[in-house]
């Protein structure tokens, strides 16, 4: 099965400037973000593009009613979360984008790939039948792949 969709052979030196590109936002970004544990991440209130509308008119009504703003609330603080929350929420849904399309092309590529080395592999099974020379020393290393759980257990590695 041949897929039409990935075709051509993404220049070395397109995926090292993105490479570096996407470092150097990671570096940029590197001093103003957080890392969260699993637990953590399951436990905290999640702001999405429903509640982000919320958030909003909370702030902004906050601000114009700082009465209505309970003693324990500091709104200096829930300036910078809103802040940070509604930039980065534009930010991740670009990542996001980012991270199916070089998905999708993967999948693809990976999808072709594999299909073009199961061919081979037949191949130099077939090959194997016919005393092919050298053809039994690339099916024992291909074959490996495909070897069960049973006789790879006993194995390091």
Same mark, same amino acid.
């Given at each position: #099965?041949?897929?039409?969709?990935?075709?051509?052979?993404?220049?070395?030196?397109?995926?090292?400037? $993105?490479?570096?590109q996407?470092?150097?936002?990671?570096?940029?970004?590197?001093?103003?973000?957080?890392?969260?544990t699993?637990?953590?991440?399951? #436990? #905290?209130? @999640? #702001?999405?593009?429903?509640?982000? $509308?919320?958030?909003?008119?909370?702030?902004? =009504?906050?601000?114009?009613?700082?009465?209505?703003?309970?003693? =324990?609330?500091?709104?200096?603080?829930?300036?910078?979360?809103?802040?940070?929350?509604?930039?980065?929420?534009?930010?991740?849904?670009?990542?996001? +984008?980012?991270?199916?399309?070089?998905?999708?092309?993967?999948?693809?590529?990976? %999808?072709?790939? =594999?299909?073009?080395?199961?061919?081979? =592999?037949?191949?130099? +099974? !077939?090959?194997?039948?016919?005393? %092919?020379?050298? !053809? @039994?020393?690339?099916?024992?290393?291909?074959?490996?792949?495909? $070897? %069960?759980? @049973?006789?790879?257990?006993?194995? %390091?590695?």
């Amino acid at each position: #099965m041949k897929n039409d969709k990935h075709t051509a052979v993404i220049p070395e030196a397109v995926i090292t400037e $993105a490479h570096s590109q996407l470092s150097a936002v990671l570096q940029k970004l590197s001093n103003h973000t957080v890392t969260l544990t699993a637990h953590e991440r399951q #436990m #905290m209130l @999640k #702001m999405g593009d429903k509640s982000l $509308a919320f958030v909003e008119k909370a702030h902004s =009504y906050a601000h114009d009613n700082p009465g209505l703003v309970p003693n =324990y609330l500091d709104i200096d603080a829930f300036d910078v979360d809103f802040a940070d929350a509604r930039g980065l929420l534009n930010l991740l849904a670009l990542v996001r +984008q980012i991270e199916e399309i070089l998905e999708d092309t993967v999948t693809s590529a990976g %999808s072709d790939a =594999y299909h073009a080395a199961l061919a081979f =592999y037949h191949n130099v +099974q !077939a090959a194997v039948k016919e005393d %092919s020379p050298g !053809a @039994k020393a690339i099916l024992d290393d291909l074959k490996v792949r495909f $070897a %069960s759980n @049973k006789r790879r257990s006993g194995a %390091s590695g």
